[in-house]
């Protein structure tokens, strides 16, 4: 939570960074391509890879942003918690919905891409007052939305402000909530956190890589019994029982290394079957490593407490693991009468912008709406 009481400090001169070098024309390596880290200054040669319906490295394309907007319906004044906030794609869009006089609080979990995410905002206009980063676990939540409660409570008596003033004195609830799970594109294409299959890189796959462990040290730990239940539970492997004594316990210091272990395993696969065998288990591996069913089964049983009277909720997933889970709370949720509403429905990405952005292939979007009348 940024010190909102601190004077702006006095812009310090940017120190002069060198362009990385590299060889040939056209730079490679994900952090050689400085135009496409730095999309604002270099809006054509931008627009040129985004045309041609890839995503420039180091920045992410939100997925379903009308579709969201529409079931979010956000309104000026409201409260907003994005709780992956990611790149800030649909922050943006939902910070400019609920101004004037709304706050979004934007939580992610990842301590590498927040800062930076905080940073593009606030120079997108988003003060303080607006916007608020939280390096935290959508498990959460509750936590997150009291914290900011308790600052603009301060502020509040502090300044005499009458209630009115600032939106953000109800912050103990939300009145819109999205979560758009999963990895984002900064993460699946640096090669250094280790999440991609296409690039070598050190076996980690942690969107905190300062807790928890590496995926290679995890797969060294796990017995063959337990991973074959974890590849048939968290990415459906139909090859779970073949897979798992051939990689449990074993030493994978690459990404590399690892996807051709998979397919050493495999050889009568044809090489789109190897493939999509690799990415389920570089999926299975992720949801393990991140422990990600369990914080999104504590968040989904969060959610009413975090919801005000009235107010909306959408979750984007991104496969059958996280639907399966997501469907059956809101459907839980409705019988109980905890949601007036959900939708009646799975939300699939139009073919165009599936063309545009093949990356929004598998999105599903949910919604729910807490029973209650809107203050
Ligand atoms: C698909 S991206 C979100 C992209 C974002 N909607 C945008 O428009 O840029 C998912 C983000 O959620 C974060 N994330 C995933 N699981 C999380 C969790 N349990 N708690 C907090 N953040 C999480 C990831 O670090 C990643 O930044």
Redesign the pocket.
């Known amino acids: 939570m940024p010190d909102e009481s601190a004077p702006a400090a006095a812009a310090a001169p940017v120190p002069h960074k060198r362009r990385p070098r590299y060889s040939g024309k056209n730079p490679r390596r994900f952090e050689e391509k400085y135009k496409e880290h730095d999309p604002e200054r270099y809006r054509e040669a931008v627009a040129k890879i985004l045309a041609s319906g890839k995503t420039p490295a180091g920045t992410?394309?939100?997925?379903m942003v009308a579709e969201i907007l529409e079931v979010l319906a956000p309104q000026p004044g409201e409260i907003a918690a994005?709780?992956?906030?990611?790149?800030?794609?649909?922050?943006?869009e939902i910070l400019q919905k609920i101004s004037p006089g709304g706050h979004l609080l934007g939580?992610?979990?990842?301590p590498i891409?927040?800062p930076k995410?905080e940073a593009r905002l606030r120079a997108l206009g988003f003060g303080p007052e607006t916007f608020s980063a939280h390096r935290?676990?959508?498990?959460?939540l509750p936590q997150v939305l009291v914290s900011v409660a308790a600052v603009y409570d301060r502020r509040k008596s502090a300044k005499k402000m009458r209630r009115s003033q600032t939106a953000a004195t109800a912050a103990t609830g939300a009145d819109l909530i999205?979560?758009?799970?999963?990895?984002?594109?900064?993460?699946i294409d640096d090669p250094a956190r280790g999440f991609s299959v296409k690039h070598e890189g050190p076996l980690d796959m942690r969107?905190?890589p300062q807790r928890g462990q590496p995926a290679s040290a995890w797969l060294q730990k796990i017995a063959p019994t337990a991973l074959a239940e974890l590849l048939a539970e968290n990415s459906d492997e139909p090859h779970a029982a073949v897979l798992a004594p051939a990689l449990a316990g074993k030493s994978f210091s690459t990404t590399r290394q690892l996807a051709a272990a998979i397919r050493a395993t495999l050889p009568r696969l044809g090489p789109d079957d190897a493939d999509l065998t690799v990415r389920r288990v570089f999926q299975a591996l992720r949801i393990a490593v991140?422990d990600?069913f369990s914080?999104?089964d504590t968040?989904l049983r969060n959610l009413p407490v975090c919801l005000n009277p009235g107010g909306r909720m959408a979750i984007?997933t991104?496969h059958s693991g996280e639907d399966r889970r997501v469907k059956k709370a809101f459907v839980a949720g409705l019988r109980e009468g905890v949601y007036a509403e959900i939708s009646p429905k799975v939300i699939r990405p139009t073919a165009e912008e599936i063309h545009g952005n093949p990356r929004s292939a598998p999105a599903k979007l949910r919604w729910a709406r807490r029973s209650g009348a809107a203050n």
């Open positions: 992410h394309r939100p997925i994005d709780c992956t906030l990611g790149y800030g794609g649909h922050a943006r939580l992610d979990a990842d891409e927040l995410t935290s676990n959508f498990a959460g999205l979560a758009d799970l999963g990895v984002s594109s900064m993460q969107m905190n991140n990600e914080a999104l968040f984007l991104f």
